[in-house]
């Protein structure tokens, strides 16, 4: 979109927070980057010039604004709804891998050289894999620095940079002030200190409108006892992460996702707040989504009762895959008790000084030991629970932010037990796909016979073309019109 000037003018002018994330607009006479939304007095059409990240602003030489906070805003959609080679990039990085294990670690995710990665990235963003991932982290660096106590060199490493030094250019680079006076203006901002040491309390923005309720009541209402829990207004669970584990509680707020943070090793904060905000699908694009179902005049009212529905997705793609076969044919309790069962037995315990949570998920090494007798399962799941672990366990199937949707399917398919819902389920909230679509689940079937659609795999599938590529948005709506607690925010 960045490339369209006329129209990115008009959204500065008219200070639409829509676009927020879609483009940042870098100002010529005073070197400072905003998101489109910034309250200052937009200048002169002459005076902008526009870019596809704040990565590629600060390879510009452009500093961050400190009114609207460029660096804070909801990231792209299309990083979300695209399945090509950047937004797999994009989404990898977002989930740390250029920091773990480098830009070869992530051309080898994505099966290309570093050349053509580096190239790619260039092309469409301005920046390549390493100044994307500066970016992220001197965004980590400054949520430390406003939000805890750390002394300076702590919060240097935990952010991922690798000395004191090139943490204290970067902040001064990015945002025009030395660490120490960001935590000055952040402490004279709050109007008390932190209350639990350790903690850290940040704000999640995302694109209006938002309908909580059947994202948080899909989460709630399918968790699995001791991973995760509903507690004072607040979605908590446990998050296994690249070098600890972490406690995460998320309360929805009007303006903004409320989010409380406490991990084991502060190395993980970014990837931690990459996978709750992808879990909670707040990169999306309401508007566009909500538009294209709009022109369906049987899904209109449903939209119009209630805009903004998301993908309530996961933390943990293998999880949610082993979560999936599960729920195979059972009703939402057995599944959470047959969930709970499994990470009673292999999960590893955590402490939860806040609340009730008490294990891990177990991961696909854990559980590829496990005892099929020693399941409560008919047979042929028992078989497909087993085949599944072994193929996460020893990497032959992939379920990551990077992950080719189409090859992922493919792979899934291939194993016994694996029918189209199953397939469907997994690429809509572990792998994100938002055309991912549910023709043969009884409760969209049961939806749209009730609202006078093709109940028919087939012809509800041909009806459904006209909703791409948002056809898992369209299942969130046709789900909604059930009386289940799925549905609803719990209270």
């Given at each position: 979109m960045h490339?369209?000037?006329e129209?990115?003018?008009?959204?500065?002018?008219?200070k639409?927070?829509?676009f927020?994330?879609?483009?940042f607009t870098?100002?010529?006479?005073?070197r400072?980057?905003?998101?489109?939304?910034?309250?200052?007095?937009?200048?002169?059409?002459?005076?902008?010039?526009?870019?596809?990240?704040?990565a590629?602003?600060?390879?510009?030489?452009?500093?961050?604004c400190k009114?609207c906070?460029?660096?804070?805003s909801?990231g792209?959609?299309a990083?979300?709804?695209r399945?090509?080679?950047v937004?797999?990039?994009?989404r990898?990085?977002?989930?740390?891998v250029?920091?773990?294990?480098?830009?070869?670690?992530?051309?080898?995710?994505l099966?290309?050289?570093t050349r053509?990665?580096e190239?790619q990235?260039?092309a469409?963003?301005?920046?390549?894999p390493?100044?994307?991932?500066?970016?992220?982290?001197a965004?980590?660096a400054?949520l430390?620095?406003?939000?805890t106590?750390?002394p300076?060199?702590?919060?240097?490493?935990?952010?991922?940079?690798s000395?004191?030094?090139?943490?204290?250019?970067?902040?001064?680079?990015?945002?025009?002030?030395?660490?120490s006076d960001?935590?000055?203006?952040?402490?004279?901002?709050?109007?008390?200190?932190?209350?639990t040491?350790?903690?850290?309390t940040l704000?999640?923005?995302?694109?209006?409108p938002?309908?909580?309720g059947?994202?948080?009541?899909?989460?709630?209402?399918?968790?699995?006892?001791?991973v995760?829990?509903?507690?004072?207004g607040?979605?908590?669970r446990t998050?296994?992460?690249?070098?600890?584990?972490?406690v995460?509680?998320?309360?929805?707020?009007p303006d903004?996702?409320?989010?409380?943070l406490?991990l084991t090793?502060?190395r993980?904060?970014?990837i931690?707040?990459?996978?709750?905000?992808?879990?909670?699908d707040l990169d999306?694009?309401?508007?566009?989504?909500?538009?294209?179902?709009?022109?369906?005049a049987?899904?209109?009212?449903?939209?119009?009762?209630?805009p903004?529905?998301?993908?309530p997705?996961t933390?943990?793609a293998?999880?949610?895959a082993v979560r999936?076969?599960?729920?195979q044919?059972v009703?939402?309790?057995?599944?959470?008790?047959h969930?709970?069962r499994l990470?009673?037995?292999?999960?590893?315990?955590?402490?939860?000084?806040?609340?009730?949570?008490t294990?891990?998920?177990?991961?696909?090494?854990?559980l590829?030991a496990?005892d099929p007798?020693a399941?409560?399962?008919?047979?042929?799941?028992r078989?497909?629970?087993t085949?599944?672990?072994a193929?996460l366990?020893?990497?032959s199937?992939?379920?990551?932010?990077g992950?080719?949707?189409?090859?992922?399917?493919?792979?899934?398919?291939?194993?016994?037990?694996?029918?189209?819902?199953?397939?469907?389920?997994i690429?809509?909230?572990?792998?994100?796909?938002?055309?991912?679509f549910?023709?043969?689940?009884?409760?969209?079937?049961r939806a749209?016979?009730?609202l006078?659609?093709?109940?028919?795999?087939?012809?509800?599938t041909?009806?459904?073309a006209?909703?791409?590529?948002?056809?898992?948005?369209a299942v969130q709506?046709?789900w909604?019109?059930?009386?289940?607690?799925?549905?609803?925010?719990?209270?």
């Amino acid at each position: 979109m960045h490339t369209d000037t006329e129209r990115c003018v008009r959204a500065v002018q008219s200070k639409d927070g829509r676009f927020d994330g879609w483009f940042f607009t870098a100002v010529l006479t005073t070197r400072i980057y905003c998101r489109p939304s910034c309250p200052a007095v937009p200048p002169k059409a002459e005076n902008m010039t526009f870019y596809p990240s704040a990565a590629a602003c600060q390879q510009a030489g452009f500093r961050a604004c400190k009114r609207c906070r460029p660096d804070t805003s909801p990231g792209s959609p299309a990083w979300n709804a695209r399945a090509d080679t950047v937004a797999r990039a994009m989404r990898l990085i977002g989930d740390g891998v250029v920091d773990r294990e480098g830009v070869p670690g992530l051309a080898a995710r994505l099966g290309y050289s570093t050349r053509q990665i580096e190239r790619q990235l260039l092309a469409e963003l301005g920046a390549g894999p390493l100044a994307l991932a500066r970016a992220q982290r001197a965004q980590t660096a400054r949520l430390l620095v406003e939000t805890t106590s750390l002394p300076m060199a702590e919060v240097a490493f935990a952010a991922g940079f690798s000395s004191v030094r090139t943490f204290n250019d970067t902040v001064r680079e990015v945002f025009a002030l030395a660490p120490s006076d960001l935590r000055t203006r952040a402490s004279a901002r709050r109007s008390s200190p932190p209350v639990t040491p350790g903690v850290i309390t940040l704000r999640l923005p995302y694109r209006a409108p938002l309908n909580p309720g059947n994202l948080f009541g899909h989460l709630v209402a399918t968790g699995v006892p001791g991973v995760e829990e509903w507690r004072d207004g607040a979605y908590r669970r446990t998050l296994s992460l690249p070098y600890g584990h972490g406690v995460v509680a998320l309360t929805p707020r009007p303006d903004h996702i409320a989010c409380r943070l406490s991990l084991t090793d502060l190395r993980d904060l970014t990837i931690a707040i990459s996978r709750c905000r992808w879990m909670l699908d707040l990169d999306a694009d309401p508007v566009a989504v909500d538009d294209r179902l709009r022109a369906d005049a049987e899904l209109a009212p449903l939209v119009d009762k209630a805009p903004g529905r998301r993908v309530p997705r996961t933390v943990d793609a293998a999880e949610f895959a082993v979560r999936a076969v599960l729920g195979q044919q059972v009703s939402t309790a057995a599944a959470r008790t047959h969930a709970g069962r499994l990470v009673t037995a292999h999960g590893v315990p955590v402490e939860d000084a806040e609340g009730g949570l008490t294990h891990l998920f177990p991961a696909p090494d854990a559980l590829a030991a496990l005892d099929p007798e020693a399941l409560a399962l008919p047979r042929s799941r028992r078989t497909t629970l087993t085949t599944l672990v072994a193929a996460l366990a020893d990497g032959s199937l992939r379920l990551d932010p990077g992950s080719d949707w189409d090859r992922a399917r493919a792979h899934l398919a291939e194993l016994p037990g694996f029918g189209p819902w199953t397939v469907e389920v997994i690429a809509m909230r572990a792998l994100g796909d938002p055309d991912a679509f549910l023709p043969t689940d009884l409760g969209m079937r049961r939806a749209a016979a009730g609202l006078g659609l093709p109940a028919t795999p087939a012809a509800l599938t041909a009806r459904a073309a006209a909703w791409r590529p948002w056809r898992a948005y369209a299942v969130q709506y046709l789900w909604a019109t059930d009386d289940h607690p799925v549905n609803h925010l719990p209270a």
